[in-house]
C-alpha cells in the first residue's frame, strides 16, 4: 500500500521520500532467495476480476507479464483427496448428505451473484453461513477454515468480510466448471521493481532498512519523523503510515488517546508460512482444503500448479494468533509439521523429494474483521492536518491483496494531496 501510495504521488508530481524499515520492499509481497528461485515469502495470485492491479500493470507496461492458467480445487476429507471448486466436483464429494450439498451449492451462487456487502456489514459470519448451508455442510466444509483460521475470533467475524471471499473466488471463474487465476512472471518482484523504478524515475527516494522511529507532532502541528539511531527530525508536510494499525501507538504517541485507544484495540492473526521445493508434486491442484484432526492447518497452496517452475512449491500457512503458545514453537517444529503432512497427503513423496524447506513469519498478517468493523476503526485521515494513517484493515469487506493495497494505497494518495 505505501509502495502505491508513492508511486501515486511521483505521477501526480509530489517530491516523495518512503522509509522501509525492512531491507527489501513489498511487506508481504516480498520475495526471497530460496536455493535459487526468487519467490514471495507468502503466497499471492491475482483474479480477473483485480482491476486495480490490472491498470498498474498496464501503466508500468508489463502486463505482458501477466500469464492465466486454469487451475484446481481439492479437499482433503477423510483421509482422501476428493475434487473441489465447481458444482460436479460437490455433488461427487464423499462424505456429505445431498440436502447438505444443495444447500452448500445454493450459498455458494447466491454469495457470487450479490453485489452490495452492506446488509452484511452488522451480520455474524458463522451464523449465516449456518442459516444457509445447515449444521452438516458447516460441520465439514466451513468449520475447519474458520477454526484453523481465525481460532477465538471466528464466532465474531463480519458476514460481509467472508462473502467479498466467496465473491471474489467465485467471479474467478470464466464458466461454470473451470477457474482461472493469474501470475506474474518473475512473481511479485517484477512489480515491486517496476513501481520502485517509477518512483526514483519520478523523483522519489526509497531508503531501505531505515525504521521510522517516531512521526513528530506538536502543538498539534505534524513536523515530520525521526528514523531510528538518529537524533534530528526530517521534516514534511505530509505524512502517510501504512505500518499495522497497533504499532501506531508507538511510533505516533502524540495523538489523542482515545484515537491511541482505537489502534490498540485492532486484533490480527500472526502467520508461519512454510514453503518447500519438491522433486515431486503433491496434488494436482492449486489450492487444497483441509478437514482433518490430525493437521491443524486449513489448507496449503500448491503454487507451481499455477506458476510452472523447475520444481514443485507448495506453501503451507499456519494461522495463529500471536499470543497462542503454537506460534513460540521453533520454525523447526513448523517444518517438521510440513513434511509431516505432505507425506500424509501423498505417501509417494519421500523424504528425497524434499529439496528445500523454509520458514517466513509474519506477527500482523490478517486483521480480524468483527460485524460493523468500519465503524470500529479511527478515520484514516486523522485530526492531525497532513497525517494519514492506514494498513490493510481499511480494505475492509475485501481481504487484503496486491489488488487492494494498489487501490487504498493510490486512493490515499490523491487524498492526502487535494
Excluded at 515469502?41 to 491475482?46: K, L
Excluded at 487451475?71 to 445431498?98: C, D, E, H, I, V
Excluded at 514534511?236 to 482505537?262: C, G, H, K, N, Y
Aim: include cysteine; proline fraction near 5%.
Amino acid at each position: 500500500m505505501g509502495l502505491a501510495a508513492a508511486y501515486q504521488l511521483v505521477r501526480d508530481g509530489h517530491q516523495v521520500v518512503v522509509f522501509e524499515a525492512d531491507d527489501r520492499l513489498g511487506g508481504m509481497t516480498a520475495s526471497f532467495d530460496f536455493n535459487g528461485l526468487t519467490i514471495e515469502r507468502f503466497y499471492h495470485f491475482h483474479c480477473v476480476s483485480d482491476h486495480a492491479f490490472l491498470q498498474i500493470l498496464d501503466e508500468l507496461g508489463i502486463a505482458d507479464k501477466l500469464q492465466w492458467t486454469e487451475t484446481r480445487m481439492g479437499y482433503w476429507y477423510q483421509q482422501r483427496l476428493q475434487a473441489w471448486g465447481n458444482p460436479l466436483a460437490l455433488l461427487n464429494f464423499k462424505g456429505l448428505s445431498l440436502i447438505a450439498k444443495i444447500r452448500y451449492g445454493l450459498h455458494a451462487f447466491f454469495s457470487t451473484k450479490r453485489s452490495n456487502w452492506r446488509p452484511l456489514d452488522n451480520v455474524e459470519a458463522s451464523g449465516w453461513i449456518k442459516r444457509w448451508v445447515g449444521a452438516e455442510a458447516w460441520r465439514v466444509l466451513w468449520q475447519p477454515l474458520f477454526d484453523y483460521k481465525f481460532y477465538h475470533f471466528s464466532g465474531n467475524l463480519s458476514a460481509a468480510w467472508i462473502w467479498c471471499r466467496i465473491h471474489r473466488i467465485g467471479n474467478s471463474r470464466y464458466n461454470l466448471m473451470r477457474e482461472k487465476l493469474g501470475y506474474l512472471q518473475g512473481g511479485s518482484e517484477t512489480l515491486l521493481q517496476a513501481m520502485s523504478t517509477a518512483i526514483k524515475d519520478g523523483g522519489g527516494d526509497i531508503r531501505l532498512s531505515m525504521p521510522v522511529e517516531q512521526v513528530i507532532i506538536e502543538s498539534g502541528q505534524l513536523i515530520g519523523v525521526r528514523v531510528a539511531g538518529q537524533t534530528e527530525t526530517q521534516a514534511f508536510d505530509r505524512v502517510i503510515s501504512t505500518i499495522p494499525l497497533p504499532f501506531v501507538p508507538r511510533m505516533i504517541p502524540d495523538l489523542p488517546e482515545a484515537v491511541l485507544a482505537q489502534y490498540r484495540s485492532q486484533a490480527n492473526i500472526a502467520v508461519v508460512c512454510v514453503i518447500a521445493k519438491l522433486r515431486k508434486a503433491v496434488t494436482p491442484n492449486f489450492w487444497l482444503n483441509i478437514n482433518d484432526k490430525d493437521m491443524d492447518i486449513p489448507g496449503l497452496v500448491e503454487y507451481s500448479n499455477l506458476r510452472p517452475l523447475a520444481h514443485n512449491i507448495v506453501y503451507v500457512p499456519f494461522y495463529l494468533p500471536a499470543d497462542h503458545a503454537s506460534y513460540a514453537e521453533s520454525d523447526a517444529a513448523f517444518i517438521q509439521k510440513v513434511r509431516c503432512y505432505i507425506q500424509r497427503i501423498n505417501p509417494e513423496v519421500s523424504d528425497d523429494d524434499f529439496i528445500d524447506i523454509h520458514a517466513s513469519r509474519y506477527r500482523y498478517a490478517q486483521p480480524i474483521c468483527p460485524p460493523g468493523f468500519l465503524q470500529q476503526l479511527p478515520p484514516y485521515q486523522t485530526d492531525i492536518s497532513g497525517l494519514w494513517i492506514a494498513d490493510t484493515s481499511y480494505y475492509y469487506p475485501q481481504d487484503r491483496g496486491i489488488s487492494e493495497s494498489v487501490d487504498f494505497g493510490r486512493k490515499l494518495a490523491r487524498e492526502a494531496c487535494l
